[in-house]
């Protein structure tokens, strides 16, 4: 593997997550729905009331990968940590970023003492189903994704 660390996100990171995230609307077919902009995504992670966290992939001195994760209380199993996104970008795609993010969330996740990991997958985003499959993900098909949107 390539000279690759991982490090806690910062705030000058945010412009070049704000990259990778369009790169993943675009993966997914839905470049139309990212629309938070840079000034609300810095607040939200670095502003006074954080609500985020994030690992970053370092190569070359430039971010390739990160993990944004928030806490999330499950009345039935604690906190846990939810998994928003974890995103590689493509050109770095399989040299074991996405394994070494995913082990530093289980090391947060753990150090944090939480229950879990929770995270949503698109049905039909094969690679990355036999990339949680690795890590023995159990995937529910009995609850309904729901949101309502606010703006």
């Known amino acids: 593997m390539e000279n690759i660390s991982l490090r ?3 705030k000058e990171d945010c412009p070049r997550l704000l990259e990778l995230i369009r790169e993943l609307a675009e993966y997914e077919k839905a470049p139309q729905e990212v629309t938070v902009t840079l000034e ?3 607040q939200a992670g670095f502003g006074p009331n954080p609500v985020w966290k994030a690992f970053v992939a370092v190569a070359d001195d430039q971010i390739v990968g990160f993990a944004l ?3 999330r209380y499950s009345t039935w199993k604690g906190s846990r940590l ?3 996104d974890i995103i590689v970008t493509e050109k770095w795609r399989g040299k074991k970023i996405g394994q070494l993010l995913f082990e530093q969330l289980f090391k ?3 150090e944090k003492q939480f229950s879990g990991i929770t995270f949503q997958v698109l049905e039909w985003n094969e690679p990355a189903i036999n990339f949680y499959k ?3 993900a159990k995937f529910d098909p009995e609850w309904i994704n729901v949101s309502i949107e606010l703006v």
């Open 40 to 42: 609300h995504f810095e």
């Open 134 to 136: 690795k890590f023995q």
């Open 82 to 84: 939810y998994l928003e």
């Open 69 to 71: 994760y928030y806490v």
């Open 108 to 110: 947060e996740a753990k």
């Open 8 to 10: 806690v996100a910062r």
